[in-house]
């Protein structure tokens, strides 16, 4: 099968990886790229078409894998494929309700997805749920792959809706973990609380180290997927505030390529939290 990656990121890079390795031509367009998309995709042996209308023309299926906040437009830029257009994207439902109305009305097939865990490396496969009409029938395609297929259910979006809640908790308490931190050295009382969070939630030591870390390397990513999960939320009911919230601490995040989960990455992300220090 031919499979066309939108885009050869880290954990695209890595999907489109094991694709190769179980067998499929995975294609990608270089056309605007930078030069460090080029060498992920080169190293995980992706072929290179040039252009976006040449992957339309000639893969049978399409995965889509961008910042949340880029998945509409990247529907869009496809908008008359007619293949399967995997949207794998962390996006809240009725976004993921939005991408299968733009493909379904160019004639193609949408089967939702949604990723969890890092970019799939030997050893360590990822595990990808779907769910929509041709989500079993897509699930079988990846047979072979480092990356565990789970199918939801056949109605699109439940695998949107796994993923939200998913992150609502990993990404959306790191974000929490972070402000209270920031909290604490704002009132003077930062010296205590770690203390006392060493007696009573050692976890919470690691859990500051890894998500400083975070912020740092990724936070930038997470800015839209902390949105949609208050899409999400809002949309069946809930208050999104709580994400929202989180939004902005990863906006107000430093972007540090190559940070450590260390002390010295700590300091960084929680001076850049206080928005008051550099007024």
């Excluded at 078409?49 to 949340?68: G, N, R, Y």
């Excluded at 979006?157 to 908790?169: E, F, M, N, Q, V």
């Excluded at 007696?199 to 949105?227: H, I």
């Amino acid at each position: 099968m031919r499979i066309g990656i939108l885009h050869p990121g880290e954990m695209g890079a890595g999907i489109g990886s094991a694709l190769v390795d179980a067998g499929h031509e995975v294609l990608w367009a270089s056309e605007g790229r930078s030069q460090a998309t080029r060498s992920r995709a080169e190293k995980a042996g992706l072929r290179d078409v040039e252009s976006l209308a040449d992957v339309t023309a000639h893969a049978d299926m399409i995965i889509s894998v961008c910042p949340p906040h880029a998945a509409v437009q990247m529907a869009c830029l496809v908008a008359g494929y007619g293949g399967t257009y995997l949207d794998a994207n962390a996006v809240a439902p009725p976004t993921a309700a939005d991408i299968a109305r733009l493909i379904g009305a160019g004639g193609g097939r949408y089967v939702d997805g949604g990723i969890i865990g890092g970019p799939p490396i030997p050893g360590r496969p990822s595990r990808i749920y779907l769910s929509g009409a041709g989500a079993q029938h897509l699930a079988e395609c990846f047979a072979g792959a480092n990356l565990e297929c789970r199918v939801v259910s056949d109605h699109a979006g439940d695998a949107s809706a796994l993923k939200c809640a998913y992150a609502a908790w990993t990404k959306g308490t790191s974000a929490l973990v972070l402000a209270i931190r920031r909290y604490a050295r704002s009132e003077g009382v930062e010296e205590a609380l770690v203390e006392e969070w060493s007696q009573s939630q050692p976890d919470l030591t690691k859990r500051v180290l890894t998500a400083a870390n975070q912020a740092a390397t990724k936070g930038w990513r997470w800015v839209g997927e902390m949105e949609e999960i208050a899409k999400a939320f809002e949309a069946v009911g809930l208050p999104g505030g709580f994400h929202t919230a989180a939004a902005d601490i990863y906006r107000r995040a430093p972007h540090v390529e190559g940070a450590g989960a260390d002390a010295a990455t700590i300091e960084r992300v929680l001076e850049a939290l206080n928005l008051r220090l550099h007024r």
